[in-house]
């Protein structure tokens, strides 16, 4: 079965970075589109960044772009998320999320179906 495990969790202040992994497994078919969503308490789930694993196309929620990099390494099969000049509104819990029918325009709807376990980034 499909396995999606991130790590790189952790506490930064304002303007600070933290790099977030995605470690993939068990795909009996490549997907095409993944991505990375977050979610505060009380707050739906929202789309940050998403990458179509062929070419290698990156979509940014506005509230990151020019902050956050989206990337893949094919040989690891792993994702990433390169956040710089964190704000304390990015404060949640990260989500990886794959998907086999992803279309244009939903890329960062949170309808993926496959998801990781979450990891908590904190920005005082």
């Known amino acids: 079965h499909v396995q999606l495990v991130e790590s790189g969790r952790g506490s930064v202040q304002a303007g600070g970075s933290l790099k977030l992994s995605c470690l993939a497994s068990?795909?009996?078919?490549?997907?095409?589109?993944m991505g990375w969503f977050r979610q505060t308490p009380g707050k739906e789930r929202e789309g940050v960044a998403g990458?179509?694993?062929?070419?290698?196309?990156?979509l940014y929620a506005d509230s990151v772009k020019g902050r956050f990099t989206i990337s893949q390494d094919h040989v690891k099969n792993t994702m990433y998320l390169q956040m710089n000049s964190l704000k304390p509104e990015d404060t949640g819990t990260y989500f990886c999320?794959?998907?086999?029918?992803?279309?244009?325009?939903?890329?960062?709807?949170?309808?993926?179906?496959?998801w990781g376990q979450g990891t908590q980034v904190t920005v005082s």
């Open positions: 999320a794959a998907d086999s029918a992803v279309v244009p325009g939903e890329e960062l709807h949170p309808d993926f179906s496959y």
């Open positions: 068990g795909y009996t078919s490549t997907p095409n589109c």
């Open positions: 990458i179509y694993t062929y070419g290698g196309r990156t």
